[in-house]
């Protein structure tokens, strides 16, 4: 049983990464308030940088931090697969759209700066979360001792959600694929062009992408081994075995990942949740749901993990709104904010649901080594997937 010592909230956001902050701004700018709790002692800034599609930019605009971060990055103008003897393959301009590049840390910071004080607790992890049997609003418990009681929870706490094991949701999955990401500074400037350039040789993608005229973003998505457990906090072993596992790419690419910044890099297995985990899955437990990858984590393959996490603050706090503003108490309120939890995730299962599949889609194209496999997924992409940047042009609608 809860103590009388516990605190109470309206609102509380497990996880204070980039979709838990963007929530708690977006519910900030509809006049409502919550309370964001981080494990971590600061802002995190896991990943390094994040690519932000125009869908994402829509999202930050809403949230009224796009123009300042705008003035951080670089714009891309297409995406151009080559080969490995630099011969541009396919080219798709990005034309009236727009990506960009950004550092976590000046994401996270912009976020975080547009809201009041207090409203990020650091320090603070969740170990349990029950619903109060007298009022059924649920109760977190956390790893010091105290008690929060909140009509509303929300996990954004990531691909290890406490909130989604709450919800009794399926683990993500393992993929038989890694990421390696990072970036490279050239003092003298790079001069690649404003594009993100990817390679795909020998079961081994490469993206390229400038964060500005003298750093690089990178990342390599390759398969799996054994060893990758083992080294994936040595900096030192990562960069010598990407560049192990990258025989017949071109040098420059070799010395760009020679040449990366030690504290950029991290290798990472890819996790994910099925298209028919996230068509099928039960986001909602009372007034506690999920939103980010606590709900929807996916492979790298579309670069939409960071926007469609963005996506879900605006939609979430656009349904959720109206019934926190007009709070009362009693099953009616319960009622209420469970209505606005299942109009949230109607409207993200339909959007989610296809971002899964494109993702499954092209992530299988790429790991699988059956024939009849890439001609299914080939198929698949040619029949629903022509679009190649289809999935950037979505807009969640005004905050």
């Not at 020679?258 to 437990?285: I, Q």
């Amino acid at each position: 049983m809860a103590t009388a010592e516990a605190e109470h909230r309206d609102i509380v956001i497990v996880g204070g990464g980039i979709c838990g902050l963007a929530t708690a701004l977006a519910l900030h700018r509809k006049g409502i308030s919550s309370l964001v709790l981080e494990r971590s002692d600061a802002l995190r800034a896991t990943g390094t940088t994040i690519t932000i599609q125009t869908n994402g930019w829509r999202a930050l605009d809403q949230l009224r931090v796009g123009s300042k971060l705008r003035q951080t990055s670089l714009p891309l103008k297409g995406v151009r697969d080559v080969s490995i003897n630099n011969t541009t393959l396919k080219e798709v301009p990005i034309g009236l759209g727009e990506a960009r590049c950004l550092r976590r840390s000046i994401l996270l910071e912009a976020l975080a700066g547009d809201l009041p004080s207090g409203t990020i607790r650091f320090g603070s992890q969740v170990l349990t979360i029950e619903m109060d049997p007298q009022t059924s609003y649920p109760i977190l418990r956390l790893h010091d001792g105290s008690v929060i009681k909140a009509k509303v929870v929300i996990g954004c706490d990531g691909v290890n959600s406490e909130v989604a094991n709450f919800l009794d949701l399926r683990p993500p999955r393992m993929s038989p694929t890694c990421s390696v990401r990072g970036f490279t500074i050239y003092p003298d400037g790079h001069g690649y062009p404003h594009d993100f350039v990817r390679i795909n040789h020998n079961r081994v993608v490469l993206g390229r992408i400038p964060l500005d005229e003298k750093s690089v973003y990178w990342f390599i998505a390759r398969p799996w081994t054994r060893q990758d457990s083992t080294i994936s906090k040595n900096s030192d072993l990562i960069k010598r075995s990407t560049v192990e596992s990258m025989l017949g790419f071109p040098a420059e690419i070799l010395e760009m990942i020679e040449n990366s910044e030690p504290d950029s890099l991290s290798l990472t297995r890819t996790r994910y949740r099925a298209p028919w985990d996230v068509l099928l899955g039960s986001f909602r437990k009372g007034t506690v749901t999920v939103a980010g990858d606590a709900m929807h984590v996916m492979g790298p393959f579309l670069g939409q993990g960071g926007s469609a996490a963005l996506e879900d603050a605006i939609v979430l706090a656009r349904c959720l709104a109206p019934s926190m503003i007009s709070l009362g108490h009693g099953e009616s309120s319960r009622e209420k904010i469970g209505g606005a939890l299942d109009s949230y995730i109607s409207e993200r299962r339909t959007r989610l649901v296809r971002l899964s599949v494109q993702t499954y889609t092209i992530g299988s194209l790429i790991e699988s080594t059956s024939l009849v496999v890439k001609l299914i997924c080939i198929l698949v992409i040619i029949l629903f997937f022509r679009d190649r940047l289809g999935h950037a042009r979505y807009d969640c609608g005004r905050l």
